[in-house]
């Protein structure tokens, strides 16, 4: 599931979230995963990920950052 991550859009519905990836072949991978619910955001302060949950409360989540090389399986060009 593609997500939104300006700070502003919020997540459409509940989901598991195990590494965020970006259009340039980066990806944020989570220490261990994290449930995002229907209104939470999610946010970058820096190089960070920031979930904001629905209420205010921000969670940064622990990571590395790696790269990514190729298509990940089920992805189409």
């Known amino acids: 599931m593609r997500l939104e991550a300006d700070g502003?859009?919020?997540?459409?519905?509940?989901?598991?979230?195990?590494?965020?990836?970006?259009?340039?072949?980066h990806a944020f991978e989570l220490a261990s995963p994290l449930f995002l619910a229907a209104g939470d955001r999610i946010a970058f302060e820096g190089d960070v990920p920031v979930f904001v949950r629905a209420d205010g409360e921000k969670v940064t989540p622990a990571g590395n950052w790696s790269t990514r090389c190729g298509l990940r399986a089920g992805r189409s060009r």
């Open 8 to 25: 502003a859009t919020p997540i459409p519905r509940l989901v598991l979230v195990e590494d965020l990836e970006t259009e340039t072949g």
